[in-house]
T-cell receptor
Framework: QKEVEQDPGPLSVPEGAIVSLNCTYS??????FMWYRQYSRKGPELLMYTYSSGNKEDGRFTAQVDKSSKYISLFIRDSQPSDSATYLCAMKADSGGYQKVTFGTGTKLQVIP | GAVVSQHPSRVICKSGTSVKIECRSLDFQATTMFWYRQFPKQSLMLMATSNEGSKATYEQGVEKDKFLINHASLTLSTLTVTSAHPEDSSFYIC?????????????FGPGTRLTVT
């Protein structure tokens, strides 16, 4: 079993829709959770960074963490064609940028105008 | 701030040759740099972690004699793929951490597409 599971998609939605992206994980030691956006042939860009359970909102993006269920989500409101990219969930056990990060496989999102 | 560059962006080499990829933090000193490999439709797989001035720590299953990592300064790390084979063809991405005030985050480079013929 992979430590982090993520549906690869692709997920196609019309412009303006609410998008829900999800990951499950098996390692209960994970406490720090990230979402990255990766455009084709580019490096990942950090979107959201959360610690432990709860919600975090940043503009059109909301990250949710449910540690009891080992389940994290990223919601995108009022989706735009420019949101079309692959979204990677990532997590780690300890703080510190030097800590190993485990990534999901990524979900490819296409927002159709 | 927090810009990481990689060079080259794409490289094609013949089987048996060696290829060097550079990773630079342009506007901050990177205490730690990471090298990842990403195959199509697969996750980023950490290959090794390097700290400036010390030997890299390789993940299980990554051949350290094949993937040579040098972190010679706080702004430069290099990955050399020695005696490359077609199965080494992949997207190689580096990341760096150490930006003052944001030491918990990794900043990624744009990646290098390696094709071995």
């Amino acid at each position: 079993q992979k430590e982090v599971e993520q549906d690869p998609g692709p997920l196609s939605v019309p412009e303006g829709a609410i998008v829900s992206l999800n990951c499950t994980y098996s390692n209960s030691a994970f406490q720090y959770f990230m979402w990255y956006r990766q455009y084709s042939r580019k490096g990942p860009e950090l979107l959201m960074y959360t610690y432990s359970s709860g919600n975090k909102e940043d503009g059109r993006f909301t990250a949710q963490v449910d540690k009891s269920s080992k389940y994290i989500s990223l919601f995108i409101r009022d989706s735009q064609p420019s949101d079309s990219a692959t979204y990677l969930c990532a997590m780690k056990a300890d703080s510190g940028g030097y800590q190993k990060v485990t990534f999901g496989t990524g979900t490819k999102l296409q927002v159709i105008p | 701030g927090a810009v990481v560059s990689q060079h080259p962006s794409r490289v094609i080499c013949k089987s048996g040759t060696s290829v060097k990829i550079e990773c630079r933090s342009l506007d901050f000193q990177a205490t730690t740099m990471f090298w990842y490999r990403q195959f199509p439709k697969q996750s980023l797989m950490l290959m090794a972690t390097s700290n400036e001035g010390s030997k890299a720590t390789y993940e299980q299953g990554v051949e350290k004699d094949k993937f040579l990592i040098n972190h010679a300064s706080l702004t430069l790390s290099t990955l050399t793929v020695t005696s490359a084979h077609p199965e080494d063809s992949s997207f190689y991405i580096c990341s760096a951490t150490g930006l003052a005030g944001r030491t918990d985050e990794q900043y990624f480079g744009p990646g290098t597409r390696l094709t071995v013929t």
